[in-house]
């Protein structure tokens, strides 16, 4: 099983930006699907967006256009880039591996979240 640490989260402005990254413990990391998930109070959690190995990204329709998905295979990092962040956007982002194109797999590994609170 794979540790995920998250960070990077944090209080900004509506219309502001944020970069999360999400560091993995396993050295094979190249030849796993990562992504972002998130849950906001009273919510479930929610698919935003993945990578898979070969850097094929794919993403929620209400992030498109504003939040980017990457990774960087040799410091075993997966990133998630927000722009034009909104209110409705508030919510504990988690990280997760071994993600299929949409959701989570059956072996997928979670982070411990980090908060992104938007303010309007």
């Known amino acids: 099983q794979v540790q995920l640490v998250e960070s990077g989260g944090g209080l900004v402005q509506a219309g502001g930006s944020l970069r999360l990254s999400c560091a993995a413990s396993?050295?094979?990391?190249?030849?796993?699907?990562m992504g972002w998930f998130r849950q906001a109070p009273g919510k479930e959690r929610e698919f935003v967006a993945s990578?898979?190995?070969?850097?094929?990204?794919n993403y929620a329709d209400f992030v498109k256009g504003r939040f980017t998905i990457s990774r960087d295979n040799a410091k075993s990092t997966v990133y998630l880039q927000m722009n034009s962040l909104r209110p409705e956007d508030t919510a504990v982002y988690y990280c997760?591996?071994?993600?299929?194109?949409?959701?989570?797999?059956?072996?997928?590994?979670w982070g411990q979240g980090t908060q992104v609170t938007v303010s309007s």
């Open positions: 990578i898979s190995w070969s850097g094929r990204t």
């Open positions: 396993r050295r094979t990391f190249s030849g796993y699907g």
């Open positions: 997760a591996s071994d993600v299929t194109a949409t959701g989570p797999g059956p072996t997928s590994s």
